[in-house]
């Protein structure tokens, strides 16, 4: 996927965008930032087009404000970020048998978790006389990749013996820390981690980086924050876990909420009276039960506005609620404007924002489709461009502001 990012939209443009607030971007970086404090680095998680905001356009604003690490899942995330010019280190999460020249040529740091590619990395950094550092990952209860807890000692004896290789970190991966109820299990997962630690020291290995929190660890476990973190979802203020009236970060400082850096626009492109008893969409599966006014919108599942929101989905017209009625179809999405009289043809419509102190999380969107905020926003298409507000807009307000201070 290649995201169109743009400044502004031009009139040419279907008019069906998604702004990137760098404003709130910042915000929630220096919130994360007086939370672990200044010791604890911060690999900023970029992967999937930053959750759908665009990878370039977030990793340059946090590389400025001092990430120090970014994190994405595939080697071709990090080739894109390195074209781009980030030079800070990248780690990256899913290298694969095949890549390990690219990952040499783009001085990448793969996470490893398997003998036999790093058995290829030696190769290849031997053949290039250089030491390729490498960030291990034990599995501590995610069960999906990483080096199981009994074949830790193994793989141990086996990286001692590839000269080009050097244990640069150590890591695990949380599963359930976003969720309280299973707070037991994570303490579990940090104290194996610790016991995996140990078994690297004892067997000669000292790595510069011991990282186990993703957002979640780092909303509420300080002591899995080892000496770097790997938030993604609360740079972008967004939670994945059971529901939270409001995401907050505890600092020194005091709480700080976080601030969606996202949201979503499309303008009614026609509108039309019907009678009652009128069958919308496909299926004719929506049947009105009065006079209506309907709205059609530019935008569907193609987008990433999804199928599950043609029953409960809403969008702001005018600052005021109106719903989904009928199927999202492939490029367009019909809503009831009936009761907002004022609505006109050319209104922008906001099916992730605020408006009127009105507001629809990425989180409600996601509670409306039975899933979670990161999905809803990595599924944002490459169809929809990406509007950059810059972290001080030259003109106007930020989409987002007021709602979270
Ligand atoms: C995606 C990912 C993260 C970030 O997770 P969030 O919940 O978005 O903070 C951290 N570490 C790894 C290995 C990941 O795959």
Redesign the pocket.
Known sequence: MSLTVVDSLSERHRPTWAEIHLGHLVHNFRAIRARVGPAVKICA?V?AEA?GHGAVAVARCLEAVGADWF?V?TVEEGVALRAAGIARPILC?GVLQGQQDLVLEHRLTP?VFDLSLVERLEACARARQMILDVHL?VDTGMGRVGVPFRELTNVLRALARFPHIRLDGL?T?LAAA?DPAKAEFTREQIARFRQALQMVETMGFHPTYRHLA???G?RAYPEAWGNMV?????LYG?W?GPHVSELVLETPEGACRLRPVLSLHTRIVLLKDVDAGTPLGYGSAFITSRPSRIATLPIGYHDGYRRALSTGGRVLVRGQFASVVGRVSMDWTLVDVTDIPEARVGDEVILIGQENGRRILAEDVAAWCGTIA?EITSGISARVPRVIIPAAPPHGEARWSGVSE
């Open positions: 998680v992967k959750y994190g899942a999460f996470v990952e890591m991966h976003d993703n957002s979640a780092v790997r938030p993604g979802g609360l967004l994945s990161y």
